[in-house]
């Protein structure tokens, strides 16, 4: 499979402030998503992005394929930008065809 | 917009009780996905479909679990005899198309405490 790791795993900012989110991955991959799983427990896509940058809002997400790497920017942050985030990966070959691989997710609190 | 969507959001069983879930995907998604997270986890696979075969199951589906998508629409994953380490929360996900790189969208979960 493909292994997932997401850095840092908690990140405490006070509002307004700026972050970097970061995901390496052991493999390449056709599909990389980046999702915010709110405190209800749902997953909300943010992101899908196996290359290149894209932007949406005060997020945007840049992947690296060659490199097996991804970020994910947070500008101006919100208290309701705090929960966890998680990177996810699919893999382009065999067996990592199938399923989302995930990673241990970055908890973000933002105080105001 | 119809997302995707499961039933129950929650369930509290006595272990040793089966419990059911569903799920409906989003319309036309002919790839569905189940996933188990616990506490301070990310989300585990535990299968997939693509319409109604089952092409993948992780070895975390144990004989207890069982999942079917009869029809290539809803699917459905039982657990039987459940034990308290199956608490968790249950996702649900659907993609379009096959081995390309379509964005998954997940529902809501079911969350299921075993006391």
């Known amino acids: 499979g493909i292994q997932v790791e997401q850095s840092p795993p908690d990140l405490i900012l006070q509002e307004g402030a700026n972050s970097t989110l970061r995901c390496n991955f052991s493999d390449s991959v056709n599909n990389l998503q980046w999702f915010h799983q709110n405190p209800w427990g749902q997953l909300i896509n943010l992101f899908y992005i196996p290359s290149g940058t894209k932007q949406n809002g005060r997020l945007s997400a840049t992947t690296v394929a060659t490199e097996r790497y991804s970020l994910l920017y947070i500008s101006s942050s919100q208290t309701t930008d705090s929960g966890v985030y998680f990177c996810?990966?699919?893999?382009?070959?065999?067996?990592?065809?199938?399923?989302?691989?995930f990673g241990r997710g970055t908890q973000l609190t933002v105080w105001p | 917009d119809t997302g995707v969507s499961q039933d129950p959001r929650h369930k509290i069983t006595k272990r040793g009780q089966n419990v059911t879930f569903r799920c409906d995907p989003i319309?036309?998604?002919?790839?569905l996905y189940w996933y188990r997270q616990t506490l301070g986890q990310g989300p585990e696979f535990l299968t997939y479909?693509?319409?109604?075969?089952?092409?993948?199951k992780s070895r975390l589906l144990s004989d207890r679990f069982s999942a079917e998508r009869p029809k290539g629409s809803f699917s459905t994953l039982e657990i039987q005899r459940t034990e308290q380490g199956d608490s968790a929360m249950y996702l649900c996900?659907?993609?379009?198309?096959?081995?390309?790189?379509?964005?998954?969208?997940f529902g809501e979960g079911s969350w299921l405490t075993v006391v």
């Open positions: 319309s036309e998604h002919n790839r």
């Open positions: 996810a990966a699919r893999g382009d070959r065999g067996s990592t065809l199938g399923r989302l691989y």
């Open positions: 479909f693509q319409n109604e075969a089952q092409l993948e």
């Open positions: 996900a659907s993609s379009l198309g096959s081995f390309s790189g379509n964005t998954i969208y």
